[in-house]
Protein backbone atom coordinates (compact mmCIF):
# COMPACT_ATOMS: atom_id res chain seq x y z
CA UNK A 1 0.00 0.00 0.00
CA UNK A 2 0.85 3.59 -1.01
CA UNK A 3 2.38 5.31 2.68
CA UNK A 4 0.40 9.04 2.86
CA UNK A 5 2.51 12.01 2.01
CA UNK A 6 3.37 13.81 5.46
CA UNK A 7 1.44 17.39 4.74
CA UNK A 8 3.53 20.12 4.90
CA UNK A 9 2.06 24.10 4.67
CA UNK A 10 4.17 27.61 4.44
CA UNK A 11 2.64 31.05 3.80
CA UNK A 12 3.49 34.19 2.98
CA UNK A 13 2.35 37.58 3.18
CA UNK A 14 1.61 39.24 0.11
CA UNK A 15 4.53 41.61 -0.66
CA UNK A 16 4.42 42.27 -4.01
CA UNK A 17 7.65 41.44 -6.68
CA UNK A 18 9.89 38.95 -5.52
CA UNK A 19 13.52 39.18 -5.67
CA UNK A 20 15.94 36.88 -6.10
CA UNK A 21 16.39 36.67 -2.29
CA UNK A 22 12.72 34.90 -2.08
CA UNK A 23 13.93 32.43 -4.80
CA UNK A 24 16.78 31.18 -3.30
CA UNK A 25 15.42 31.80 0.28
CA UNK A 26 12.34 30.36 0.32
CA UNK A 27 10.68 29.75 -3.13
CA UNK A 28 13.81 27.15 -4.09
CA UNK A 29 12.66 25.15 -1.00
CA UNK A 30 9.28 24.82 -2.16
CA UNK A 31 9.83 23.35 -5.06
CA UNK A 32 11.45 20.40 -3.35
CA UNK A 33 8.79 20.25 -0.87
CA UNK A 34 5.91 19.86 -3.30
CA UNK A 35 7.89 16.72 -4.67
CA UNK A 36 8.11 15.02 -0.82
CA UNK A 37 4.88 16.25 0.85
CA UNK A 38 1.12 17.01 0.40
CA UNK A 39 2.19 20.32 0.37
CA UNK A 40 -0.03 23.63 0.88
CA UNK A 41 1.06 26.91 0.07
CA UNK A 42 -1.51 30.00 0.44
CA UNK A 43 -0.80 33.72 0.77
CA UNK A 44 -1.51 35.52 3.95
CA UNK A 45 -3.45 38.04 3.36
CA UNK A 46 -5.01 38.09 6.92
CA UNK A 47 -1.43 38.24 8.50
CA UNK A 48 -0.83 41.48 6.33
CA UNK A 49 -3.40 43.45 7.88
CA UNK A 50 -1.95 42.59 11.64
CA UNK A 51 0.78 45.41 10.68
CA UNK A 52 -0.69 46.74 7.65
CA UNK A 53 -4.20 47.49 8.78
CA UNK A 54 -3.95 50.67 7.65
CA UNK A 55 -3.00 50.80 4.64
CA UNK A 56 -4.60 47.80 2.52
CA UNK A 57 -4.43 50.04 -1.04
CA UNK A 58 -1.96 47.18 -2.64
CA UNK A 59 -2.96 44.11 -1.28
CA UNK A 60 -4.67 42.88 -4.08
CA UNK A 61 -1.66 44.24 -6.58
CA UNK A 62 0.94 42.34 -4.21
CA UNK A 63 -1.25 38.87 -4.36
CA UNK A 64 -1.45 38.95 -7.91
CA UNK A 65 2.11 39.53 -8.47
CA UNK A 66 3.15 37.28 -5.88
CA UNK A 67 1.20 34.83 -7.23
CA UNK A 68 2.67 34.97 -10.54
CA UNK A 69 6.73 34.80 -9.19
CA UNK A 70 5.23 31.73 -7.63
CA UNK A 71 4.70 29.90 -10.52
CA UNK A 72 6.84 30.76 -12.50
CA UNK A 73 9.54 29.86 -10.18
CA UNK A 74 8.24 26.35 -10.70
CA UNK A 75 5.54 26.33 -7.90
CA UNK A 76 3.27 23.85 -9.51
CA UNK A 77 -0.23 23.56 -9.02
CA UNK A 78 -0.60 20.13 -9.89
CA UNK A 79 1.62 18.97 -7.37
CA UNK A 80 0.72 21.05 -4.20
CA UNK A 81 -2.35 23.26 -3.10
CA UNK A 82 -1.94 27.22 -3.61
CA UNK A 83 -4.69 29.30 -1.74
CA UNK A 84 -5.36 32.24 -0.92
CA UNK A 85 -6.06 32.70 3.17
CA UNK A 86 -9.13 34.78 3.13
CA UNK A 87 -10.83 32.91 0.49
CA UNK A 88 -11.08 30.07 3.40
CA UNK A 89 -12.96 31.80 5.61
CA UNK A 90 -12.74 28.37 8.08
CA UNK A 91 -9.15 29.98 9.30
CA UNK A 92 -10.89 32.81 11.07
CA UNK A 93 -13.49 30.32 12.74
CA UNK A 94 -11.20 28.07 13.86
CA UNK A 95 -9.12 31.08 15.52
CA UNK A 96 -11.70 32.58 17.13
CA UNK A 97 -12.12 29.09 18.83
CA UNK A 98 -8.44 29.11 19.54
CA UNK A 99 -8.70 32.33 21.06
CA UNK A 100 -10.92 31.40 23.96
CA UNK A 101 -8.53 29.01 25.29
CA UNK A 102 -5.44 30.95 24.54
CA UNK A 103 -3.74 32.66 27.71
CA UNK A 104 -2.47 36.00 27.04
CA UNK A 105 0.63 35.47 28.66
CA UNK A 106 1.52 33.22 25.95
CA UNK A 107 1.59 35.40 23.26
CA UNK A 108 3.13 38.25 25.57
CA UNK A 109 5.85 36.46 25.69
CA UNK A 110 6.46 35.60 21.88
CA UNK A 111 9.39 37.21 22.05
CA UNK A 112 9.17 38.78 17.81
CA UNK A 113 6.06 40.54 19.61
CA UNK A 114 8.16 43.29 21.25
CA UNK A 115 10.70 42.66 18.77
CA UNK A 116 8.54 43.76 16.38
CA UNK A 117 6.84 46.96 18.03
CA UNK A 118 10.23 48.22 18.32
CA UNK A 119 10.91 47.78 14.84
CA UNK A 120 7.64 49.45 13.36
CA UNK A 121 7.46 52.20 16.07
CA UNK A 122 5.63 54.23 13.36
CA UNK A 123 2.74 52.07 13.47
CA UNK A 124 0.48 51.53 16.25
CA UNK A 125 0.82 47.97 16.67
CA UNK A 126 -1.26 47.54 20.09
CA UNK A 127 -4.11 46.34 18.64
CA UNK A 128 -5.84 43.18 19.30
CA UNK A 129 -5.06 41.17 16.16
CA UNK A 130 -1.49 42.33 16.35
CA UNK A 131 -0.96 40.56 20.14
CA UNK A 132 -3.26 37.41 18.54
CA UNK A 133 -1.59 36.76 15.18
CA UNK A 134 0.17 33.76 16.70
CA UNK A 135 -3.18 32.58 17.06
CA UNK A 136 -3.95 32.99 13.86
CA UNK A 137 -0.76 31.76 12.09
CA UNK A 138 -1.97 28.38 14.52
CA UNK A 139 -5.28 28.13 13.22
CA UNK A 140 -3.61 28.10 9.55
CA UNK A 141 -1.20 25.08 10.30
CA UNK A 142 -4.04 22.88 12.31
CA UNK A 143 -7.24 23.83 10.10
CA UNK A 144 -4.80 21.61 7.94
CA UNK A 145 -3.56 19.01 10.39
CA UNK A 146 -0.08 19.82 8.84
CA UNK A 147 2.05 17.50 10.09
CA UNK A 148 5.47 19.87 9.22
CA UNK A 149 5.87 23.24 8.81
CA UNK A 150 9.38 24.64 7.55
CA UNK A 151 10.78 27.45 9.76
CA UNK A 152 14.08 29.08 10.45
CA UNK A 153 15.45 29.08 13.72
CA UNK A 154 14.03 32.55 14.57
CA UNK A 155 10.40 31.12 14.16
CA UNK A 156 10.30 28.02 16.28
CA UNK A 157 8.78 29.93 19.23
CA UNK A 158 5.92 30.65 17.35
CA UNK A 159 5.64 26.90 16.29
CA UNK A 160 5.81 25.60 19.67
CA UNK A 161 2.72 27.94 20.40
CA UNK A 162 0.88 26.04 17.80
CA UNK A 163 2.03 22.58 19.34
CA UNK A 164 0.93 24.32 23.04
CA UNK A 165 -2.55 25.29 21.47
CA UNK A 166 -2.96 21.73 20.24
CA UNK A 167 -1.85 20.16 23.01
CA UNK A 168 -4.51 21.87 25.47
CA UNK A 169 -7.12 22.08 22.58
CA UNK A 170 -6.80 17.62 22.64
CA UNK A 171 -6.56 17.75 26.58
CA UNK A 172 -9.90 20.20 27.21
CA UNK A 173 -12.19 18.42 24.57
CA UNK A 174 -11.02 14.93 22.48
CA UNK A 175 -7.99 14.65 20.86
CA UNK A 176 -8.40 16.33 17.05
CA UNK A 177 -5.17 18.43 16.08
CA UNK A 178 -1.84 16.14 15.67
CA UNK A 179 1.49 18.68 16.52
CA UNK A 180 3.15 19.90 13.90
CA UNK A 181 6.93 19.39 13.70
CA UNK A 182 9.39 22.04 12.57
CA UNK A 183 11.15 21.51 9.36
CA UNK A 184 14.01 23.18 10.14
CA UNK A 185 15.08 25.44 6.88
CA UNK A 186 18.22 27.02 6.00
CA UNK A 187 17.43 30.18 4.42
CA UNK A 188 20.71 31.41 2.68
CA UNK A 189 20.70 35.60 3.02
CA UNK A 190 21.45 37.25 -0.51
CA UNK A 191 22.60 40.23 -0.54
CA UNK A 192 21.76 43.35 -2.32
CA UNK A 193 23.42 45.49 -5.18
CA UNK A 194 24.55 47.50 -2.53
CA UNK A 195 25.93 45.38 -0.19
CA UNK A 196 23.19 45.30 2.32
CA UNK A 197 20.57 42.29 2.85
CA UNK A 198 18.39 42.00 -0.53
CA UNK A 199 15.02 43.75 0.73
CA UNK A 200 12.53 45.30 -1.14
CA UNK A 201 12.50 48.08 1.19
CA UNK A 202 15.99 48.99 0.61
CA UNK A 203 15.96 49.55 -3.32
CA UNK A 204 18.52 47.14 -3.80
CA UNK A 205 16.79 44.16 -4.73
CA UNK A 206 16.97 41.89 -8.10
CA UNK A 207 13.31 41.36 -9.08
CA UNK A 208 11.82 38.08 -11.03
CA UNK A 209 10.32 40.29 -13.01
CA UNK A 210 13.07 42.77 -14.07
CA UNK A 211 14.24 42.63 -17.61
CA UNK A 212 17.60 41.16 -18.23
CA UNK A 213 18.81 44.48 -19.31
CA UNK A 214 17.73 45.52 -15.73
CA UNK A 215 19.24 42.51 -14.28
CA UNK A 216 22.92 43.43 -16.40
CA UNK A 217 22.53 47.07 -15.55
CA UNK A 218 22.10 46.61 -11.90
CA UNK A 219 24.87 44.42 -11.67
CA UNK A 220 26.77 46.72 -13.78
CA UNK A 221 26.78 49.58 -11.21
CA UNK A 222 26.41 47.12 -8.30
CA UNK A 223 28.87 47.97 -5.36
CA UNK A 224 32.19 46.19 -5.33
CA UNK A 225 34.98 46.24 -2.72
CA UNK A 226 35.14 49.98 -1.67
CA UNK A 227 38.95 49.57 -1.55
CA UNK A 228 39.23 48.83 -5.17
CA UNK A 229 39.25 52.34 -6.59
CA UNK A 230 40.88 51.75 -9.91
CA UNK A 231 41.61 48.81 -11.93
CA UNK A 232 44.78 48.55 -11.33
CA UNK A 233 44.32 48.49 -7.94
CA UNK A 234 43.98 44.71 -6.06
CA UNK A 235 40.70 43.65 -4.58
CA UNK A 236 39.60 41.50 -1.70
CA UNK A 237 37.02 39.38 -3.05
CA UNK A 238 35.75 38.63 0.64
CA UNK A 239 34.37 42.02 1.14
CA UNK A 240 32.87 41.92 -2.60
CA UNK A 241 29.07 41.59 -2.73
CA UNK A 242 29.45 40.78 -6.02
CA UNK A 243 31.68 37.58 -5.64
CA UNK A 244 29.42 36.61 -2.45
CA UNK A 245 27.00 36.66 -6.05
CA UNK A 246 30.13 34.16 -7.76
CA UNK A 247 29.91 31.61 -4.93
CA UNK A 248 26.05 30.90 -5.61
CA UNK A 249 26.07 31.51 -9.41
CA UNK A 250 28.73 30.62 -10.85
CA UNK A 251 30.90 27.74 -11.79
CA UNK A 252 33.59 26.02 -9.04
CA UNK A 253 36.32 27.02 -11.69
CA UNK A 254 34.80 31.12 -12.32
CA UNK A 255 34.43 31.32 -7.98
CA UNK A 256 38.32 30.18 -8.10
CA UNK A 257 39.53 32.36 -11.02
CA UNK A 258 38.09 35.54 -9.82
CA UNK A 259 39.32 34.68 -6.37
CA UNK A 260 42.75 34.67 -7.20
CA UNK A 261 42.56 36.99 -9.91
CA UNK A 262 40.61 39.98 -7.85
CA UNK A 263 43.53 40.17 -5.44
CA UNK A 264 46.02 40.69 -8.10
CA UNK A 265 43.72 42.94 -10.06
CA UNK A 266 44.19 40.47 -13.23
CA UNK A 267 40.36 40.55 -13.82
CA UNK A 268 38.70 43.93 -13.66
CA UNK A 269 35.15 44.55 -11.71
CA UNK A 270 33.38 44.89 -15.35
CA UNK A 271 34.38 41.78 -16.77
CA UNK A 272 33.93 39.86 -13.17
CA UNK A 273 30.23 41.24 -12.65
CA UNK A 274 30.00 40.42 -16.55
CA UNK A 275 30.79 36.82 -15.79
CA UNK A 276 28.44 36.40 -13.11
CA UNK A 277 25.23 38.38 -14.54
CA UNK A 278 25.49 35.69 -17.67
CA UNK A 279 25.03 33.16 -14.91
CA UNK A 280 22.31 35.07 -13.29
CA UNK A 281 20.57 35.57 -16.32
CA UNK A 282 20.76 31.96 -16.99
CA UNK A 283 19.40 31.12 -13.83
CA UNK A 284 16.36 33.46 -14.50
CA UNK A 285 15.61 32.45 -17.98
CA UNK A 286 13.51 29.59 -17.05
CA UNK A 287 11.62 32.23 -14.91
CA UNK A 288 10.98 34.78 -17.22
CA UNK A 289 10.12 32.34 -19.81
CA UNK A 290 7.17 30.22 -17.56
CA UNK A 291 6.03 34.13 -17.04
CA UNK A 292 4.92 34.80 -19.86
CA UNK A 293 2.17 31.64 -19.46
CA UNK A 294 0.60 33.82 -16.54
CA UNK A 295 1.01 37.70 -17.22
CA UNK A 296 -1.75 38.93 -18.89
CA UNK A 297 -3.57 36.34 -18.02
CA UNK A 298 -5.24 36.76 -14.80
CA UNK A 299 -8.24 34.17 -15.77
CA UNK A 300 -5.82 31.64 -15.52
CA UNK A 301 -4.41 32.37 -12.40
CA UNK A 302 -7.66 32.82 -10.67
CA UNK A 303 -8.55 29.74 -12.09
CA UNK A 304 -5.24 28.14 -10.17
CA UNK A 305 -6.54 30.09 -6.70
CA UNK A 306 -10.21 29.21 -6.99
CA UNK A 307 -9.55 25.36 -7.62
CA UNK A 308 -6.41 25.55 -5.28
CA UNK A 309 -8.99 27.86 -2.22
CA UNK A 310 -11.52 24.86 -3.12
CA UNK A 311 -9.55 22.52 -2.28
CA UNK A 312 -7.97 23.83 1.05
CA UNK A 313 -11.58 24.72 1.97
CA UNK A 314 -13.01 21.17 2.11
CA UNK A 315 -9.63 20.05 3.95
CA UNK A 316 -10.45 22.85 6.29
CA UNK A 317 -14.15 21.70 6.35
CA UNK A 318 -13.49 18.45 7.92
CA UNK A 319 -11.16 19.49 10.29
CA UNK A 320 -14.08 22.27 11.51
CA UNK A 321 -16.33 19.25 12.01
CA UNK A 322 -14.07 17.80 14.20
CA UNK A 323 -13.41 20.94 16.37
CA UNK A 324 -17.28 21.44 16.52
CA UNK A 325 -18.23 17.97 17.74
CA UNK A 326 -15.46 18.02 19.66
CA UNK A 327 -16.43 21.53 21.65
CA UNK A 328 -20.06 20.18 21.17
CA UNK A 329 -20.86 23.12 19.44
S1 LIG B 1 36.95 41.87 -9.42
FE1 LIG B 1 34.99 41.02 -8.83
S2 LIG B 1 35.26 40.25 -6.79
FE2 LIG B 1 36.95 41.65 -7.20
S3 LIG B 1 36.27 43.62 -6.39
FE3 LIG B 1 35.76 43.57 -8.57
S4 LIG B 1 33.68 42.81 -8.64
FE4 LIG B 1 34.50 42.33 -6.61
Redesign the pocket.
Known amino acids: MRQRKKRMLSGMQPSGRMHLGNLLGALDNWIKFQQEYDAYFFVADWHALSTNYADTGKIREYIHEMLIDWLSSGINPDRCTIFIQSRVPDHAVLHLLLSMITPVPWLERNPTYKEKIEELRERDLTSYGFLGYPVLQSADILIYKADVVPVGVDQLPHLELTRELARRFNNLYTPVFPEPQPLLTEVPKLLGTDGRKMSKSYNNAIYLSDSEKDVREKLRT?V??PA?VRRTDP???D?????SY?KIFSEIGVVDR??T???T?A???????KL?ADRMVRRLEPVWEAREKWVGHPKKLEGVVAEGSRKAAKTAAQTMEAVREAMKI
Not at 239 to 243: A, E, G, L, R, S
Open positions: MTDRGDPVCPVFHVNECRAIGCIDCKV
